[in-house]
């Protein structure tokens, strides 16, 4: 048997989603997301960022989310997130922003921005809308107190909480449309519970031929090697950055017992300085016994 391979590796998502050959997973996608939402399908996407495995071999840092433009010039950007907490709505927003920004040069007119819409899988629950357990959830440029004005279609940001789907299927409100429930149960369960895909695989030629991508990916012994390496480098960083958390922590916890030793002593000599003045002691006799300046006795005198 093939290794597995998560089917929300960022490699594999590009694979899937950015190879030549898979222009149709890559629209059928996007479809499943806009329709799902109450948007116009679209006719052709033309990937910006092709999955090519020579990037990949020294390159372990970059970003690795699928870029697309639509006949109309609307880029589409899928990101696949597996780690993270609720800041992710903020970085969500930066990265939908650094795509829009980056299609101006500098003075070029404004007119020839386009919207750019975010697609975001996560991979686990961010706990980012604790208050509503919904899928997918799309979010627009809105009038406060009239929804029905929108500001500009350039601003369009998808959720799709893969794991909720675990729990919430067929809840009220959380009904998602057939396309994108077989693509979500296609990222759920690709490579260890293909029995839970049956309906999608017997029904759906795009999943059955995204099904075929997969088993071809895992059979590749160099693509495996390097979703490993990937997945090998993301956890090291992750164990870094815990690592520094936990050293920073110490620090503060020892710099903290120090200060407030240092607090101590001080205010054990303040009281002693207190009774001594009581004694009508002189400050020099009480700057010998305290190691005390005579500017700050005569202060603690005022």
């Given amino acids: 048997m093939d290794e597995f391979v998560s089917p929300t590796s960022d490699i594999f998502v590009l694979y899937l989603l950015g190879k030549e050959g898979n222009r149709d997973l890559l629209v059928n996608f996007i479809n499943a997301v ?11 996407a033309l990937v910006k960022n092709p999955f090519n495995l020579r990037n990949f071999v020294n390159d372990k840092e970059s970003i690795l989310d699928v870029k697309a433009v639509d006949d109309s010039g609307r880029i589409y950007d899928i990101e696949i997130q597996n780690a993270g907490g609720s800041n992710y709505r903020n970085r969500a927003i930066f990265y939908w922003s650094r795509n829009y920004s980056a299609q101006l040069k500098d003075s070029e007119n404004y007119n020839k921005l386009k919207p750019v819409v975010s697609i975001n899988l996560l991979g686990v629950d961010f706990g980012l809308f604790k208050d509503n ?6 979010f627009l440029a809105i009038d406060k107190n009239d929804r029905a004005l929108i500001l500009t279609d350039h601003f369009q940001l998808h959720f799709i909480q893969l794991k909720r789907a675990l729990e919430y299927y067929n809840s009220i409100g959380n009904e998602v449309k057939t396309d994108l429930k077989d693509w979500i149960d296609y990222f759920l369960y690709e490579g260890k519970e293909i029995e839970k895909m049956e309906h999608a695989l017997k029904n759906n030629p795009i999943i059955r031929k995204a099904h075929s991508n997969y088993k071809v990916f895992t059979a590749s012994e160099e693509l495996r090697e390097m979703n490993n390496a990937r997945e090998k480098y993301k956890r090291d960083v992750a164990t870094m950055a815990d690592d520094r958390w936990h050293e920073g922590l110490e620090q503060g916890i020892e710099q903290g017992i120090e200060q407030g030793l240092q607090k101590g002593k001080f205010e054990e000599k303040v ?21 005390l300046s005579l500017e700050e006795i005569e202060k603690l005198k005022q």
């Fill in 34 to 44: 806009l329709v799902d939402a109450d948007f116009d399908p679209i006719v052709t």
């Fill in 133 to 138: 357990l919904k899928i997918h959830r799309c």
């Fill in 271 to 291: 009281s002693l300085v207190q009774n001594m003045l009581n004694m009508k002691l002189s400050v020099e006799i009480i700057a010998l016994a305290t190691g």
